[in-house]
């Protein structure tokens, strides 16, 4: 099996042209010919290069088939979909410019396609096929929608999901240090996890390319991109396994945030400030006030000696205790605080920015404004 320069094994492509062509990996009521495999197609009098060129026949329908343009990689993960779907629907502008194919649907295929892959191609009205025999096609009236599961191929091996467990430590130390190149053993020493973990993990980020290899050591290259991803992958997370006590105090919000820090500084409890409480002030671009903090232990001994009535709405202070693999200083919610003005300890900017992005609506608006006035990120 040889993998081409475009990141598609030539295996595969072939395979999933003959699972089409058979029926193989299709629903019984469609039909696939295909008419180009890994060759080039003549259209307007010069060849365009294209994985695959398909028609597809969906038998309640008996009108003219959907004749689809295929973009074929080995592995197709949210970051390399933007750029897959930028060539596809080149190589589609280029086969329009022949009377032929000039309604020719653009599609992307893979051994594999998650969920999150699947959702962004029907956002974008692009179709796909996987070698499980899952596959969209959404043309005009015409909308087929298989999801079959990962029986025949998985997810790739190695760490499946980076932003899993105590792996997201990593991601979190380089986007809090997006300049800096670092040493396997430096990223172990940061999140207290094996050099052998830290390896996996900084390989798939480098095959996603948001990573390089310097002589200095791994260095992010698409931090931005990195980090919205990120903080959407935290989500179902943080909803599920992220503790949070909901109160209420009629105690200013200065008050009350140096009531809560002087308290657990007493008690050895660790306290890190986040949301509206962990902004500077050039930072702010909301009204809310809440005062919101990370504790790593459970809020029910702060609530009682601070006197706090536990609310369902309107509730104006937040006690979170992060989820078990972030509940630590090694690349956990509590790596590198910050000294905020007020003299209390805020999360870093990135965390800031996850949590902000967590809230939705006016949160997002703030987690934007961060993202260009505070982290500076670029790509």
């Known amino acids: 099996m040889t993998t081409t320069s475009s990141g598609r094994s030539s295996g595969h492509l072939q395979e999933l042209c003959q699972?089409?062509?058979?029926?193989?990996?299709l629903p019984s009521n469609v039909q696939a010919n295909v008419l180009h495999c890994d060759e080039a197609i003549p259209a307007a009098g010069r060849p365009v290069r294209a994985d695959a060129l398909i028609e597809f026949r969906v038998k309640e329908f008996h009108r003219e088939p959907i004749t689809a343009v295929l973009e074929f990689k080995s592995r197709l993960t949210p970051l390399i979909l933007g750029g897959t779907i930028h060539q596809v629907l080149g190589i589609s502008n280029s086969l329009r410019a022949s009377a032929q194919y000039r309604d020719v649907y653009p599609m992307v295929g893979a051994p594999y396609i998650s969920e999150s892959v699947q959702n962004r191609c029907k956002e974008l009205g692009i179709g796909y096929v996987d070698l499980n025999g899952t596959l969209l096609l959404a043309r005009q009236n015409i909308y087929v929608d298989v999801v079959r599961p990962a029986?025949?191929?998985?997810?790739?091996?190695?760490?499946?999901?980076?932003?899993?467990?105590?792996?997201?430590?990593i991601a979190r130390v380089l986007l809090v240090n997006p300049f800096k190149p670092f040493r396997l053993e430096e990223i172990a020493a940061e999140t207290q996890l094996s050099v052998g973990q830290v390896f996996q993990v900084t390989k798939r980020l480098h095959e996603d390319g948001f990573l390089e290899r310097t002589p200095e050591g791994r260095m992010l290259?698409?931090?931005r991109q990195l980090l919205r991803l990120f903080a959407k992958e935290l989500r179902t997370d943080y909803q599920d396994k992220r503790r949070v006590f909901r109160g209420f105090t009629e105690m200013p919000p200065a008050r009350m945030a140096d009531e809560l820090a002087r308290y657990c500084d007493k008690r050895r409890i660790r306290c890190a400030f986040t949301l509206s409480s962990g902004l500077?002030?050039?930072e702010r671009n909301l009204r809310e006030d809440v005062t919101a903090s990370y504790i790593d232990m459970d809020a029910d001994e702060i609530r009682n000696e601070l006197r706090l009535e536990a609310v369902g709405r309107g509730a104006?202070?937040?006690?979170?205790?992060?989820?078990?693999?972030d509940n630590t200083?090694?690349?956990?919610?509590f790596y590198k605080t910050r000294k905020l003005a007020n003299s209390m300890e805020g999360v870093n900017p990135v965390q800031l920015f996850v949590d902000f992005s967590l809230q939705g609506g006016r949160g997002e608006e703030q987690?934007?404004?961060?993202?260009?006035?505070?982290?500076?990120l670029h790509q």
């Open 19 to 25: 699972g089409l062509a058979t029926g193989r990996l």
């Open 151 to 169: 029986i025949a191929y998985k997810n790739p091996q190695g760490i499946k999901r980076i932003f899993s467990g105590r792996s997201r430590r």
């Open 221 to 223: 290259t698409k931090p």
């Open 280 to 282: 500077e002030p050039h």
């Open 316 to 325: 104006n202070i937040l006690l979170m205790t992060p989820p078990e693999p």
């Open 329 to 333: 200083e090694a690349g956990g919610v």
């Open 367 to 376: 987690a934007e404004f961060l993202m260009e006035h505070t982290l500076g």
